[in-house]
């Protein structure tokens, strides 16, 4: 309810306490949607980024997006992390959010909110020699081979890092080069392999069971831990200048293969990018240099010489 002081009289709020159906919200994306665990921690980090102004009942529409305006710029405040690309997948969360809202009659009228301009930033990915040091590195240990297969299978497929540690040996269809990935919001796609990669896939998987990448407890290898071990890695191989983490694989594997001539929308379904506008952020980082190599191999002119 909201007490208005002139006429003394309280009256239902145009948009109330939002932070009470948080909880129904999350639930019906976990149990109707399948949204995944990491999903639901990106909810529940979103929202509560946004916790002060979900936490108030509103008159008008109106106050509720200055209420947001003013919390953006308190969270731009504070500095690290919290820059408009961040701040964006908060609001990404907010906005599935509001609109759930509305259809579910919890707003009386829908309530849209627009996105912050975002700085155009070039990926950074690892340079050719770096790659090289890490496909020829080798390991005698069983944690440093389970790291070596996974480092060239990011570099080959551009896997999400949660993809890449949820395969099984079910997966794995070597015969014919590819594997079946499950993706965000559970959506499957085939992600083609190379004949390397399939080499290195048999040899690696001949000692496992189900789930390919394990701790040597036999539990589930984390996100945290593969970061972990990167950088270990990196250290020992002096790779520097670039962060080394299953996101630079990601966006090294991209960015080599608009390099080599690679089709967009291809590399878009390999991604598993529902919109290809994010996957023509990886043009950013092709030089001149690149676009001359690839018109040199397709152009008309060069192929009738």
């Not at 959506?187 to 190379?194: D, E, F, M, N, Q």
């Not at 299953?246 to 080599?260: E, I, K, N, Q």
Request: glycine fraction near 6%; charge should be positive; aromatic fraction near 8%.
């Amino acid at each position: 309810m909201t007490y208005n002081n002139t006429t003394g009289i309280c009256t239902l709020a145009s948009i109330p306490r939002l932070d009470n159906f948080i909880e129904r919200f999350t639930k019906e994306r976990q149990y109707l949607k399948g949204v995944t665990p990491s999903t639901l921690a990106w909810y529940l980090h979103s929202f509560r980024a946004f916790r002060p102004v979900l936490q108030q009942e509103y008159a008008a529409s109106s106050d509720f997006k200055a209420a947001v305006i003013q919390r953006i710029q308190e969270l731009r405040e504070q500095g690290r992390g919290n820059k408009a690309v961040s701040i964006n997948t908060y609001l990404r969360c907010l906005k599935a959010f509001l609109k759930w809202s509305f259809q579910e009659r919890i707003l009386a009228e829908p309530v849209t909110l627009s996105w912050l301009k975002e700085e155009k930033v070039i990926l950074s990915t690892l340079a050719e020699a770096q790659i090289k040091a890490l496909i020829n590195w080798k390991s005698s240990t069983v944690s440093g081979a389970r790291l070596h297969c996974l480092v060239c299978l990011l570099l080959d497929t551009g896997l999400r890092i949660s993809e890449a540690l949820g395969l099984t040996r079910e997966d794995l269809d070597l015969d014919n080069l590819v594997l079946k990935v499950r993706g965000k919001g559970m959506k499957h796609r085939l992600v083609p392999i190379s004949e390397e990669m399939r080499r290195l896939l048999w040899r690696y998987s001949q000692k496992r069971d189900s789930l390919l990448f394990l701790t040597k407890y036999g539990t589930p290898l984390s996100p945290r831990d593969v970061l972990r071990d990167l950088k270990k890695l990196a250290n020992r191989l002096g790779i520097t200048g670039v962060r080394m983490s299953p996101h630079t694989l990601r966006h090294t594997f991209a960015v080599s293969y608009l390099r080599a001539g690679g089709n967009l929308f291809y590399l878009s379904r390999i991604l598993g990018h529902a919109d290809i506008n994010t996957t023509q952020r990886y043009l950013q980082s092709l030089g001149v240099q690149d676009l001359q190599a690839v018109h040199s191999k397709l152009s008309l002119l060069s192929r009738r010489a």
